[in-house]
């Protein structure tokens, strides 16, 4: 047992390292739009705000592309079928491009509605529909790279994805800036930029792939039963991401009822939550991957020993993690906005969002442990469950009303509190079994 503690230590580095810096990137993208929107009015951020509620829901909602992709790939990875693998992954990238185009154009048309939802003052919705607008054409590329990081993931390989990620966000940054303050764009230039690096991303993805395929023998062309079998393997984990999204647009309706300062802080406290989660989910990544190899290999204690290290790691994490974000929490709305009243008003807030962080640790990681052992069914279904507090905890917000920070500060309670404990629940009662491991994929 101990002579394999470092191998196993050294596996969980070498894919969850690469997968921080990938996963980082991601919200980094937002992080982006948000700094140099910020600098332009709250009102540019308020509606930033709720398009990007929007449409990280739609995006979020196909994130099984990625989850389904990962355990399929891995498993035949652990069997020793690397053409197989391949091609599994090639299917669900062409899920992701057929599925992409319908939303992008469905999401094109429904845009004036989808913001119309939120309730929020007219020029606020301006700003919304048109970064929303603008930003429905990068959604095949954003799933198509779901898709393609899926494949690369379940083949242990978390290298590849993070330098992919890097040059896609480093082009964003500078594609925003140029587009906002050189043409003189607005928030429009935001929503640009960020679509041109997306599809730069889809093409580096496609060479990367090519050459795998090349190399196992895998074709690259749609198979029926692959495509179908994805999109069947998906079902529960997009129900799973149902009850997921429809929580975080409970909340930022919430948030919108409370003003637009509110919003707009709401705005600023959930990228950094956004952001401290992708970065959290590396662990999680790691865990996917080696459960789904070990399974394949038919290996269940050292699918035991994989729980164990990276529940551990996700609980130490979340405590640097917490003491980072607690630690900055009095100039994070400064730097978002240069506004005094704006950081002060979100301070709260984000101390709440520090506590819990060695909870979202181990959270992330038992989610991540799941879909790795393809157990979509249960999560799907404990989904549901976490919603039974949490939205009475909602509606009791909702119904005192409180404004300012205390408002914010009472939001934050709701979700990064009791949202994340019952998540926390029904996932630990979940692994503490045996059932999860005898899911097929």
Same mark, same amino acid.
């Given at each position: 047992?101990?002579?394999?503690?470092?191998?196993?230590?050294?596996?969980?580095?070498?894919?969850?390292?690469?997968?921080?810096?990938?996963?980082?990137?991601?919200? *980094?993208? $937002?992080?982006?739009?948000? !700094? /140099? %929107? #910020?600098?332009?009015?709250?009102?540019? @951020?308020? =509606? &930033?705000?709720? +398009?990007?509620?929007?449409?990280?829901?739609?995006?979020?909602?196909?994130?099984?592309?990625?989850?389904?992709?990962?355990?399929?790939?891995?498993?035949?990875?652990?069997?020793?079928?690397?053409?197989?693998?391949?091609?599994?992954?090639?299917?669900?990238?062409?899920?992701? *491009?057929? $599925?992409?185009?319908?939303? !992008? /154009? %469905? #999401?094109?048309?429904?845009?004036?509605? @989808?913001? =119309? &939802?939120?309730? +929020?003052?007219?020029?606020?919705?301006?700003?919304?529909?048109?970064?929303?607008?603008?930003?429905?054409?990068?959604?095949?590329?954003?799933?198509?790279?779901?898709?393609?990081?899926?494949?690369?993931?379940?083949?242990?390989?978390?290298?590849?994805?993070?330098?992919?990620?890097?040059?896609?966000?480093?082009?964003? !940054? /500078?594609?925003?800036?140029?587009?906002?303050?050189? @043409?003189?764009?607005?928030?429009?230039?935001?929503?640009?930029?960020?679509?041109?690096?997306?599809?730069?991303?889809?093409?580096?993805?496609?060479?990367?792939?090519?050459?795998?395929?090349?190399?196992?023998?895998?074709?690259?062309?749609?198979?029926?039963?692959?495509?179908?079998?994805?999109?069947?393997?998906?079902?529960?984990?997009?129900?799973?991401?149902?009850?997921?999204?429809?929580?975080?647009?409970?909340?930022?309706?919430?948030?919108?009822?409370?003003?637009?300062?509110?919003?707009?802080?709401?705005?600023?406290?959930?990228?950094?939550?956004?952001?401290?989660?992708?970065?959290?989910?590396?662990?999680?990544?790691?865990?996917?991957?080696?459960?789904?190899?070990?399974?394949?290999?038919?290996?269940?204690?050292?699918?035991?020993?994989?729980?164990?290290?990276?529940?551990?790691?996700?609980?130490?994490?979340?405590?640097?993690?917490?003491?980072?974000?607690?630690?900055?929490?009095?100039?994070?709305?400064?730097?978002?906005?240069?506004?005094?009243?704006?950081?002060?008003?979100?301070?709260?807030?984000?101390?709440?969002?520090?506590?819990?962080?060695?909870?979202?640790?181990?959270?992330?990681?038992?989610?991540?442990?799941?879909?790795?052992?393809?157990?979509?069914?249960?999560?799907?279904?404990?989904?549901?469950?976490?919603?039974?507090?949490?939205?009475?905890?909602?509606?009791?917000?909702?119904?005192?009303?409180?404004?300012?920070?205390?408002?914010?500060?009472?939001?934050?309670?709701?979700?990064?509190?009791?949202?994340?404990?019952?998540?926390?629940?029904?996932?630990?009662?979940?692994?503490?079994?045996?059932?999860?491991?005898?899911?097929?994929?």
């Amino acid at each position: 047992m101990t002579s394999t503690r470092p191998t196993l230590n050294r596996d969980i580095l070498r894919l969850a390292v690469p997968a921080l810096g990938a996963l980082v990137a991601e919200p *980094l993208f $937002l992080i982006i739009d948000s !700094a /140099l %929107v #910020g600098h332009l009015g709250v009102t540019p @951020l308020a =509606g &930033l705000g709720i +398009a990007s509620a929007v449409l990280q829901t739609v995006v979020g909602l196909m994130v099984f592309l990625a989850y389904s992709t990962t355990p399929a790939v891995a498993r035949r990875f652990g069997a020793g079928s690397l053409s197989k693998a391949v091609s599994v992954g090639i299917d669900g990238m062409w899920l992701a *491009l057929a $599925l992409g185009a319908v939303l !992008a /154009l %469905v #999401g094109y048309a429904a845009t004036p509605f @989808l913001v =119309g &939802l939120f309730g +929020a003052a007219p020029e606020v919705a301006g700003q919304a529909e048109t970064y929303l607008g603008i930003s429905m054409w990068g959604l095949p590329a954003m799933l198509i790279v779901f898709a393609a990081t899926g494949l690369l993931r379940g083949m242990q390989d978390t290298v590849t994805p993070l330098w992919i990620a890097g040059l896609g966000f480093a082009a964003n !940054a /500078l594609l925003n800036w140029f587009f906002i303050y050189g @043409l003189g764009w607005g928030i429009a230039g935001s929503a640009s930029g960020t679509v041109v690096a997306q599809w730069g991303m889809v093409a580096a993805y496609v060479v990367v792939v090519g050459g795998l395929a090349r190399r196992h023998a895998a074709s690259v062309r749609p198979h029926r039963e692959g495509v179908t079998g994805s999109a069947r393997s998906g079902g529960w984990l997009f129900l799973r991401t149902v009850s997921l999204r429809f929580a975080l647009l409970a909340t930022v309706v919430i948030a919108t009822s409370l003003g637009t300062a509110e919003l707009a802080g709401w705005q600023v406290a959930f990228t950094i939550f956004s952001t401290a989660a992708f970065a959290l989910d590396a662990l999680a990544i790691a865990a996917q991957a080696l459960i789904g190899k070990g399974l394949g290999a038919g290996d269940e204690h050292f699918v035991r020993r994989v729980l164990g290290r990276t529940v551990a790691w996700g609980a130490w994490f979340g405590v640097i993690v917490g003491a980072v974000i607690g630690g900055l929490s009095g100039v994070i709305g400064l730097v978002f906005t240069g506004d005094a009243a704006i950081a002060a008003l979100v301070q709260p807030a984000l101390v709440v969002l520090a506590v819990a962080q060695p909870v979202c640790g181990i959270v992330f990681v038992l989610d991540g442990v799941l879909i790795g052992a393809g157990d979509a069914r249960y999560l799907a279904l404990a989904g549901l469950l976490n919603l039974v507090p949490f939205l009475p905890a909602l509606v009791l917000v909702a119904a005192v009303h409180p404004v300012g920070a205390a408002g914010l500060a009472w939001l934050a309670v709701a979700f990064f509190g009791v949202y994340m404990l019952a998540r926390l629940a029904t996932l630990g009662w979940r692994v503490r079994g045996h059932t999860w491991m005898t899911v097929p994929v």
